[in-house]
């Protein structure tokens, strides 16, 4: 339904590099993996997410032909490389960590074996998919953990950075245990539950607030949740109970009201009050507003009556932490390791895998690192998603993807759990992958 | 060529709110603005961007059939509702500043005249797609000013938050001064320069640096520009005086090399002494690696021998503001000015027009915010740019926008220009809008 992104949506150094490797007959099998570097500091732990679209990426790409059309005429592309980019496909392999596994630095989530060129050009649009879900379920996973089972609602789609920020932002934060999303297209999309109330345009678009109550209840008799904070939050309360009281005549009830503005914590007690008094006892408490981490700790731990909390901007941004440092980096070439060293950046070479050791508590205790043909116990994180260019299974549901990430927070560590400030996590790099760093820094 | 955005890519409360209105009959005229609530700590001025999108999202808007037909299985609308979005069409009116223009809160930046449900609609995707280029436009002139006249660059696709947010960040800091993009599809879509260079792998995937440069220059003679710090950059430096010295035999000639790591200033200093000695004086030097406003101002004052800044994620993420605080707000419905009264989120109401002062010495002194109907001295920013849902004039090519930008910048007042802590500008509201404030209040 929505189309595939084209494929120019790279960096103009993909092509000129891919252009070199094929007039130099540079195709021999690589290695890439996509890691993350380092921690931003307001982060312990990170989920993975957006590998179904990045499978998806990988298995449509193709040039169309106005793009072929317009790299030739660009004069960047020689004829034959442009005839050569018609036949291009991915057939190469890939594993990964599965979407919703809590993931560290220096840990590769995913790694791409295919012939150098098809390896190299999916670097940039890769890096996009993978960074950015892994981003938003990373800081939707802590909002998870402090909401302590309260449901949480991704309203962040008009402050989100485009079209597919908002679309993604919305799956992500499921996957990571949101409930749901107000984003239309991604219910249709990925089947995430919608929720929705109403805007304050909605009330100052009537001459009465009353009244406009009124209108959206008969319009939507079976989802009644009201706005209270266009003019006075209680006032509006106490209408809210003047016209239950003519509503439960025709059977109909408030499902709930919303709260956006002012001290939440205060305005829901008082309207908790008035609403009990009322009789609305099973009228629920929403409330959004500029809720980040801090703000959802400070309300949840002041025990007020709020039920339901809707997160905007803060989760479809990741706004304290809008970008993580991760990379994609060759790893073999031709059967031979490869490693950077550039200052501050070098990287662990080889094809890699993971190992996650449980404690006798069933808790995460540690994770190795070390190069793929060395088993350990533990479990192996990285695991067989594509061969030849085709998916080894259909897209999971999120309903499998959720359960996965809810199990793996369930497993962190406490003091991770709690987001305990300068909680760490011990993530080991083995003597075999050291000792092989070492024997590549001795080859050149 | 991008295929048109999903109309469901929305709230789910603009359609429950929708259906609300058509069925009471509320389709009069409404009037909404949106504007900037508050600046960030981190900015003194914004840039307008995205109109271009803007428009093109309401002149295009119409539900398909498959959206259409998921609404109607949804259970979430009436058929008679689905058939009135099957007609629906944007037939209003716009007022906005035209992309480019330096603006501040409270600023209507765009003003929607059109019937109720047309109007409220379009809330999100066009808070989505003004927010999200005013904010890396706004970032992006920052850099501008900062690089004293060197050219900047956007690397920045793979950390942009999605194929939109990289596509329209390089659109947004190209109009606001940035001399280019590596995206190769803001090149096919909007005329944006090109630039690159190569990546690590391409030196790693070789056995050998000067072979990786050499194979290089020998694919893309017309413009090598290679990256030299993957081992040692000093050391690579020398490879490429040697290699220039066997191409100079073919007549050709290596245009530049890329830092992307370790001290810049540092590395550049000692890469242009190797490069000078070498004969390569016209070998551009192109730094990379973490780049944001700190980090560049550092770079320009050290006097360091560098031609060209390539800044990455830090703009395509506004990465310390990495959000505006914005909103579409209803400010008139039929013919009645409305107003927002939310604690802190208090709005001025009624359509309004902003005035801009300029000094004896041309540059920017004030701002005034007045009701639509009070003409006053100076520049009035918005203007009229659609009218019966189709626009006034084609849009405009970026060279015009960036022309407009660049004399916006030079207007600025010499504190926000140099980004001096602390630095604000004046900007006023009228009599007339403080007195059609209380007549608002009153009238309840």
Redesign the interface.
């Known amino acids: ?3 595939p ?2 494929v ?10 891919l ?3 094929v ?2 007959g ?1 195709e021999a099998p ?1 290695v ?1 993996e996509f890691f993350v570097r380092k921690l931003p500091p307001q982060r312990a732990f990170l989920m993975t997410a957006g590998l179904d679209q990045a499978l998806d990426f990988l298995e449509t790409l193709r040039f169309a032909e ?2 072929l059309d ?1 790299l030739a005429r ?1 004069g ?1 592309c020689s004829r034959s490389f442009v005839d050569y980019l018609a036949g291009l496909r991915f057939a190469g392999e890939v594993h990964a960590m599965p979407e919703g596994t809590i993931c560290f630095p220096h840990e590769p989530l995913l790694r791409v074996t295919a012939p ?1 060129p098809q390896a ?1 050009l999916m ?3 890769l ?3 993978l ?2 879900q892994t981003m938003i379920a990373s800081k939707a996973a802590r909002l998870v953990l402090l909401a302590k089972g309260k449901p949480l609602i991704d ?1 962040g ?13 919305a799956r992500a934060s499921y996957l990571a245990g949101f409930a749901g999303s ?4 991604a ?2 999309r990925f089947g995430v539950p ?9 009330i ?3 001459e009465d607030e009353a009244a406009a109550f009124e ?2 209840a ?3 008799p079976g ?1 009644v949740v009201l706005l209270l ?4 939050t209680e006032a509006a309360a106490s209408k809210v109970v003047a016209l239950a009281a003519r509503l439960r005549h025709k059977g109909l009830t408030i499902a709930g009201v919303r709260l ?3 001290d939440l914590a205060d305005h829901a007690r008082k309207v908790r009050h008035i609403l009990d008094e009322g009789g609305l006892t099973e009228t629920k408490i929403i409330v959004s507003g500029n809720i980040d981490e801090s703000a959802l700790r400070r309300l949840v731990e002041s025990g007020a009556p709020i039920d339901t909390y809707a997160v905007g ?1 803060h989760v479809t ?3 304290d932490a ?3 440092d ?1 990379a994609y ?2 790893q073999e ?1 031709a059967g031979r390791p ?8 070098a990287t662990w070479p080889g094809r890699k895998q993971v190992y996650r050791q449980y404690g006798s508590d069933g808790r995460m205790a540690s994770d190795l690192v070390t190069v793929a043909d060395d088993p350990q116990e533990g479990e192996a994180l990285l695991q067989p998603v594509m061969r030849a260019g085709r998916r080894l299974a259909p897209p999971g549901p999120c309903d499998a993807i959720r359960a996965k990430a809810s199990a793996d927070l369930a497993r962190l560590p406490e003091p991770l759990r709690e987001l305990r400030d300068g909680a760490t996590y011990p993530v080991r790099i083995s003597q075999a992958l050291q000792d092989l760093a070492k024997a590549v820094d001795e080859r ?1």
Chains 1, 2 share one sequence.
């Open positions: 339904m929505t189309p992104s084209s120019l949506l790279t960096d103009l150094y993909q092509l000129t590099m252009q070199a490797y007039e130099h540079m690589a890439f106005w793009e317009w660009s960047r150098l190299q670097e940039t649009r890096i996009n998919l960074h950015f309203f789609l008009r402050r989100a950075h485009g079209e597919e920020a908002g679309l993604l932002a107000a984003t239309v297209l219910g249709a919608l929720y929705g109330t109403m805007a304050h345009s909605f100052q678009a009537h209108h959206f008969e319009t939507h989802n904070d266009t003019y006075d956006d503005s002012g901007t941004t990741s706004s809008p970008y993580l991760c980096k060759l070439y490869r490693r950077k060293r550039s200052e501050g950046k050149r």
